[in-house]
């Protein structure tokens, strides 16, 4: 079994209680939420009220990928608006241990994302002090954009760091995700996979959902 975090990016903001309450009914474990700030990255989502109305439809775990620049700076809003995962992204922290301590002290589990330009050795010092690392598998900003395949090598190498130093981080893996790219990144050694377009998107959506959750590694 995977984990399914979908990522409402990619939801109809319109309907966005309906959406929910389909991931409700699913079996995907988390629900994706992505901040943009229009600096780090080159577009503009939702901010915390989004997020706290989302925590009011929903007792899925809530995975926050703040694609924003000094996101140390809302640690207690995070926190505040009931979320159990707060992601920083490398790029976007100079004191990206403090900010992994802040997160854990403010009772949530501590994730680091990498761009896909940024290598795996990147959180090597830290590994054993965070309970995820997500590995972009596309430039962040858009929904719906192409896997990008250097991820698959990434996951490899993150696995590897993760058993060498005892790191019980889980790896998932935003971007580009469907049935296809999925299958080889269980293969790769990712626990939890994003999917935005594929879920939201699909004819089926709980049906795209039981796909991914329902992927082992095929060897
Ligand atoms: C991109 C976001 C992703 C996005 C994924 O910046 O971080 O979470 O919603 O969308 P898909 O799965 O469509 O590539
Ligand atoms: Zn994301």
Redesign the pocket.
């Known amino acids: 079994m995977t984990c399914v975090s979908p990522?409402i990016?990619?939801a109809d903001f319109g309907c966005l209680g309906r959406d929910i309450e389909m991931i409700n009914r699913s079996e995907a474990e988390m629900v994706?939420i992505?901040v943009?700030d229009g600096v780090f990255?080159p577009?503009i989502s939702i901010g915390f009220p989004v997020i706290d109305a989302v925590r009011s439809l929903t007792s899925k775990i809530l995975d926050v990928?703040l694609?924003i620049v000094q996101p140390q700076n809302y640690v207690s809003r995070v926190r505040d608006c009931g979320a159990e995962i707060m992601n920083v992204h490398v790029e976007a922290c100079t004191h990206l241990h403090r900010t992994i301590q802040q997160i854990k002290a403010a009772g949530m589990k501590a994730a680091v994302t990498l761009n896909p330009a940024t290598p795996v050795v990147m959180v090597e010092d830290v590994i054993a002090d965070v309970d995820m690392v997500l590995l972009?598998?596309?430039?962040?900003?858009?929904?719906?954009?192409s896997?990008i395949p250097v991820t698959l090598k990434k996951t490899r190498q993150l696995r590897e760091l993760i058993a060498q130093s005892g790191s019980s981080a889980r790896i998932e893996i935003?971007?580009?995700?469907n049935a296809e790219t999925g299958q080889a990144l269980v293969d790769a050694g990712a626990d939890i996979l994003?999917?935005?377009?594929?879920?939201f998107k699909a004819p089926d959506p709980l049906a795209a959902i039981s796909t991914l959750h329902n992927l082992t590694p095929s060897k």
């Open positions: 990522s990016l990619s994706h992505d943009m990255v577009n990928h694609m972009m598998s596309v430039n962040p900003g858009f929904g719906g954009q896997f935003d971007g580009g995700v994003v999917a935005g377009n594929y879920v």
